[in-house]
């Protein structure tokens, strides 16, 4: 049997056992997908231990996917974002997934991904995402309540400039993609972007997806943008990260089920 695991701390609410385990069984795989809680200090005796009792695969969450980098080999891409949140453990190389799920959930929803995106955070997401649709050929603009932290990541994103979030409805005018990055609106009714800033021209993706409906997304839809919810980024990201383990085409419309399921 092949097992793969979640690395962070909390994990006990995490939605990824379902999904992964839906697609093995799906594939007609003989593989678990098990939640670890590693305490802080632990994480490199818990990739050493995770390596020696051959564990297949890890994803990785909060607050790891920084520290994780120094413990296995780092694809291109994941040592630009400098963050992991999938590892192959047989091939020891470690891989950030977040930046195609944004790319993978934008795109199956009909999104033309070659004008401008406004991405609101600086944090592991907002740089993942950053780094996802410049690579598209997208330009970046980046908005953040630090500011330092904006204009610090635009300098590592090719074509990218960073912002206060008081530049949003300046930024907005000209773009075709918008995409909350920051952790505002999650477990709150709460949104980081002024409504009247929003236009029927932009489509609107959240990355937080607890709530799934989150006040941007409903102040969005309300002036008549198009929304794509977090939960799609989760998906794709999950479906990235079981195609890199198991090389199978990712069963997407059942893994989206048992997401779906759990919301
Ligand atoms: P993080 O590294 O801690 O970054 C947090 C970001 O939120 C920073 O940009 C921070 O700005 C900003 N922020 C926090 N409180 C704020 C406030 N009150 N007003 C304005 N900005 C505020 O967290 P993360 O890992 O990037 O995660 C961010 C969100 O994305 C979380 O809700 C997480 O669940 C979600 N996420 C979703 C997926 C998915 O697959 N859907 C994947 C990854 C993350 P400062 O720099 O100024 O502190």
């Known amino acids: 049997m092949d097992v793969y695991g979640l690395l962070g701390n909390p994990v006990e609410h995490s939605l990824s056992p379902p999904l992964h385990e839906r697609a093995y069984e799906l594939c007609g795989l003989d593989a678990r997908y098990v939640t670890f809680e590693v305490a802080h200090g632990q994480l490199e005796a818990a990739v ?17 996917k920084r520290d994780v980098c120094a413990f296995v080999d780092l694809d291109p891409l994941a040592e630009r974002i400098g963050s992991v949140n999938t590892i192959d453990l047989n091939a020891n190389v470690g891989y950030n997934t977040d930046a195609i799920g944004a790319v993978r959930a934008l795109s199956a929803h009909g999104v033309d991904l070659d004008g401008t995106a406004v991405v609101v955070g600086a944090g592991g997401a907002g740089r993942a995402i950053a780094f996802g649709l410049a690579d598209e050929g997208m330009r970046v603009r980046i908005a953040n309540r630090t500011t330092e932290r904006a204009t610090n990541l635009a300098g590592a994103v090719p074509g990218a400039d960073g912002h206060g979030l008081d530049a949003l409805p300046e930024l907005l005018e000209d773009a075709s993609v918008l995409v909350n990055a920051t952790s505002v609106g999650m477990d709150e009714d709460a949104t980081p972007v002024p409504q009247g800033a929003l236009t ?5 993706l959240d990355a937080v997806y607890s709530p799934i409906q989150t006040r941007l997304l409903t102040e969005a839809a309300a002036v008549g943008a198009q929304t794509v919810d977090g939960a799609w980024m989760l998906l794709y990201q999950g479906c990235a990260a079981f195609e890199q383990w198991t090389g199978n085409d990712a069963p997407v419309d059942a893994m989206n089920e048992a997401l779906r399921e759990q919301l």
Do not use: C, Y
Request: hydrophobic share 50%.
């Open 200 to 204: 029927s021209d932009l489509a609107v």
């Open 48 to 64: 050493e231990g995770a390596r020696a009792l051959g564990i297949n695969g890890l994803n990785v969450t909060i607050p790891f």
